[in-house]
């Protein structure tokens, strides 16, 4: 019986490690293998629009700048009372992400096993939209992209598509942001480990007309693929 244990025991581990060595070729392939395989064509009116890219360890978000025409689109956040009409208000600051994890891991200090899990596993997903001022650039955590304005009318329409829509528009969640800046809103589609927050970042990358690599589950994964490829 002691013997059929540990014979299970070290099949396990050999199963986790392959696991994890699959895992680590595939973010690596993701990162090196660009996605489209071969660049678009330059398009007119380039560099007309600056969008940034913010990373910290394990997320990414996209910030639009602000300007009339995002104001008008994205109209709903002010009537959520985020501050996008402020004189001082530069950028709104969009991610996707997993529900249980956003919501309930305010600070790192408050990190709990639940979310976690739910996160490594399947949970739904949420938008969490940020108003900033200016972003300071050059900076190790920011990446600037500059776009025409086709692509960037193609990714605001990527942002729209991924808020989930009730009766009166975009679906607030009710007392649910960490400060008097910021909101969540339900989104479309359900979180895990091989498809997250990064992967959303990338997608709308890609529609922005920025390569990425094929598949980037991490922040460094996508930074390295862009600084391959942008």
Known sequence: MERDRRTLLRKLWRFLAMLVVALLLAAALGTVVPRPLWPAAMAEGEGTRHILVLKNPIHTDIAVPLDDGVRRRFAFLADAGLPIEAAEARYIVLGWGGRAFYLETPTWSQLKAGPVLKALTLDASVIHVDVA?????????????????????????????????????P?????????????FYEAKGHFNALVGCNTW???????????TGWWNPLPVSLWWSLRLYD
């Open 133 to 169: 001022g200016a972003i300071k650039e050059p900076h190790p955590d920011v990446a600037g992209f500059d776009i025409d304005e086709a692509h960037f009318a193609a990714l605001l329409d990527y942002i729209a598509a991924s808020f989930q829509r009730g009766t009166g528009g």
């Open 171 to 183: 679906v607030a969640i009710e007392d649910a942001g960490y400060s008097t800046y910021d909101r």
């Open 201 to 211: 970042t990338a997608a709308g990358l890609r529609v922005a007309g920025i390569r």
